[in-house]
C-alpha cells in the first residue's frame, strides 16, 4: 500500500493533523504517516502542551499517526495511508528497562537519535532513548555523526 503525500503547511502541528483529518473525513481505518523531524516535533509539541510523553499508538480521532519508519514521507509532508487494517492501533505496555548511567547517542548535526554506530533508531528502543533522556535528570549523551546526515560538508 503506498501512501498519498500532502502539503499542509511549513510546519506540521497537532492541531493542523486534526483540522485535515476532519476536512478530508478520514475514518478510524486510515493513518497518516510523518517524517521522523515532523513526528519529533509532534512529539515535543504534545509533551509541552500535556506536561507527558506521548504515548503510541498516537491517535488523533481514531486516526493513527505514525513514524514513517520507511524514510519514503519527505520533510513537511504527509502520507496518507487509506484503510490502513496493517497498523496496529491498540496501546502496549512497553517495558523501557532504563538505568542510570546508560549512553544516548545523537546526531551531532540533526539531533536525532541514533545508535553507536550513528544508525537511526527506531521503534521500541527509539522510546526506549527517548524516555532515559526525559527522565533521568542527568542524562548521559554522546554527540556522533549519524547516517541521517550523509556528507554533511556537500
Known amino acids: 500500500m503506498e501512501p498519498t503525500f500532502k502539503y499542509i503547511g511549513k510546519q506540521i502541528t497537532i492541531k493542523k493533523l486534526r483540522d485535515f483529518i476532519i476536512d478530508n473525513k478520514l475514518t478510524e481505518n486510515d493513518s497518516i504517516l510523518l517524517h521522523t523531524l515532523d513526528f519529533d516535533n509532534i512529539v515535543l509539541e504534545y509533551k509541552e502542551f500535556y506536561k507527558e510523553s506521548l504515548i503510541e499508538p ?24 487509506k484503510n490502513d487494517f496493517r497498523s496496529v492501533r ?65
Not at 499517526?65 to 495511508?81: C, M, Q, S, T, Y
Open 58 to 81: 498516537f491517535l488523533i480521532l481514531n486516526v493513527l499517526i505514525k513514524e514513517d519508519a520507511r524514510r519514503e514521507i519527505p520533510f513537511n509532508r504527509i502520507g496518507i495511508l
Open 90 to 154: 491498540t496501546k502496549t505496555e512497553i517495558n523501557y528497562d532504563l538505568y542510570e548511567g546508560e549512553v544516548a547517542y545523537r546526531c551531532g548535526l540533526c539531533g536525532n537519535i541514533i545508535d553507536d554506530q550513528g544508525n537511526d533508531l527506531i521503534g521500541p528502543e527509539r522510546e526506549r532513548i527517548i524516555n532515559y533522556l526525559e527522565k533521568f535528570p542527568n542524562p548521559t549523551v554522546k554527540h556522533k555523526l549519524g547516517k541521517c546526515c550523509p556528507n554533511p560538508y556537500e
